[in-house]
């Protein structure tokens, strides 16, 4: 009797489990966005020079909803048709690796965040790339003074401080090692957290701070 139930029981688990892949299950999004000099100045490099200098500007790397489960089907493949490609997209949202093309990028992006996200896979790359628009941080961290740079070094807070002043919330940043692996981080990724609804940007919630160092890098390239 015990075992019949407990089959019942789990023959109700995956329509549980496949409910939570559901859009409308998610808290907030993530809009990642990578410094292409952070990327490539590491030991793992990138295509740059072979596919020439990406733009110098923060780059997307995805829009990801948070705690849900994206589950690709057969309908998201078939629907990552990537023939009407803006010249944006191209430059703000590029592939840095030699081992993927920006087709490859993004189709990897759409069907591991884009398919859960609520979006059609137009407005996915859309709303992406028009949220990057809005909160520039290519300008905003200028604005403070923080500069591409080889030599310099800033603050973390200050790199933080900047971004809540410019667009009223707390992000998330993410440091990596450059190829040399000295222990000074250099500032990789900033994530911007979006309202549920795509409204509103929101504070991003605890951990904001990924591998940075007090004192990190903005490196030149
Ligand atoms: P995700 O699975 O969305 O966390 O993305 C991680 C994958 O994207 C890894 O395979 C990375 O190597 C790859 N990736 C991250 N940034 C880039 C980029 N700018 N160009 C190409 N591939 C990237």
Redesign the pocket.
């Known amino acids: 009797m015990t075992k019949l139930l407990l089959s019942a029981a789990l023959a109700l688990l995956p329509p549980l489990l496949a409910a939570s892949s559901s859009s409308e299950d998610f808290d907030y999004y993530y809009l990642v966005q990578?410094w292409?000099g952070a990327?490539c100045g590491t030991k793992q490099g990138?295509c740059f020079p072979d596919t020439g200098k990406p733009a110098e500007d923060f780059?997307i790397?995805?829009l990801?909803p948070q705690y849900t489960v994206c589950r690709r089907d057969a309908s998201d493949a078939a629907a990552a048709d990537f023939d009407i490609v803006s010249a944006t997209r191209k430059r703000d949202w590029?592939?840095?690796?030699c081992?993927?093309t920006a087709m490859d990028?993004w189709s990897?992006?759409w069907e591991?965040?884009g398919t859960c996200s609520g979006f059609d896979q137009h407005g996915y790359f859309q709303q992406s790339l028009a949220r990057k628009a809005r909160h520039n941080l290519t300008a905003i961290l200028p604005c403070a003074g923080i500069v591409p740079s080889d030599g310099a070094t800033y603050h973390l807070s200050s790199v933080r401080d900047a971004i809540r002043e410019a667009t009223g919330f707390e992000v998330t940043v993410e440091c990596n090692r450059g190829a040399s692996g000295r222990r000074v981080g250099q500032l990789y990724q900033v994530y911007l957290c979006v309202a549920r609804d795509w409204s509103v940007l929101i504070n991003c919630p605890e951990p904001v701070n990924r591998q940075c160092t007090d004192k990190i890098k903005f490196p030149a390239f």
């Open positions: 990578q292409p990327y990138c780059g790397h995805g990801w590029p592939s840095l690796s081992k993927n990028f990897h992006e591991k965040h």
